[in-house]
């Protein structure tokens, strides 16, 4: 009796663990996920329209960066000026200058925040200009990844989780030339 209850305990262990087996097997070919790697830094740089979009961002930028400076430098003076003529002022004069620098402040920092804040008009330009050629290139991706049957398609150039990525699933080239920058 004693035997056949550890040969029953045996088999069931020996049903689980086949059927733990099969699970963890893998699928059939058929049933195989493809993947791809796309090299974004390289499918941008080979954009023209992406590298125009990029030096405008730079030349508005460093109009705008030129303009808070500009109110930067001239509360500095506003303050260096009050240093000097401080021994001079009566407390109401002293109290109107500090006010006016605070302010000249106060405005430098509100145009930096119009202008490169998180939802400011830096901001606002880059996702006018770029989101047309972000939308461009996800589509190519989308269509090629559908033609060839990828489940999924990585960035090379931004996740550093991949180590190694073989040239032959890398679709960069093939995207460029979906897009019409082809060599």
């Known amino acids: 009796m004693k035997q056949m209850i ?30 791809a790697l796309v090299d974004m830094d390289y499918v941008l740089k080979n954009i023209p329209a992406y590298e125009r979009a990029n030096e405008q961002l730079n030349q508005v930028s460093k109009k705008w960066q030129a303009e808070v400076e500009a109110l930067n430098t001239e509360a500095a003076t506003m303050y260096k000026n009050y240093q000097n003529e401080m021994v001079f002022l009566s ?9 006016q620098i ?3 402040e106060k405005e430098a920092a509100d ?15 880059r996702e006018s200009l770029m989101t047309p050629i972000q939308e461009e290139i996800y589509n190519a991706v989308k269509d090629i ?38 060599k």
């Open 6 to 35: 550890v040969k029953s305990n045996w088999s069931r262990l020996g049903v689980i663990l086949l059927l733990c087996l099969f699970a963890f097997m893998p699928f059939s070919k058929a049933n195989a996920q493809k993947f």
């Open 102 to 104: 605070m302010q000249k």
């Open 111 to 125: 145009l930096k925040q119009k202008y490169f804040g998180p939802e400011g008009e830096l901001f606002k330009k």
């Open 145 to 182: 990844s559908e033609l060839r049957g990828y489940s999924l398609v990585l960035d090379r150039a931004s996740d550093t989780a991949i180590i190694f990525g073989s040239p032959k699933i890398d679709i960069s080239d093939e995207v460029l030339q979906k897009l019409g920058y082809g």
């Open 91 to 99: 407390q109401e004069q002293k109290k109107a200058k500090q006010e």
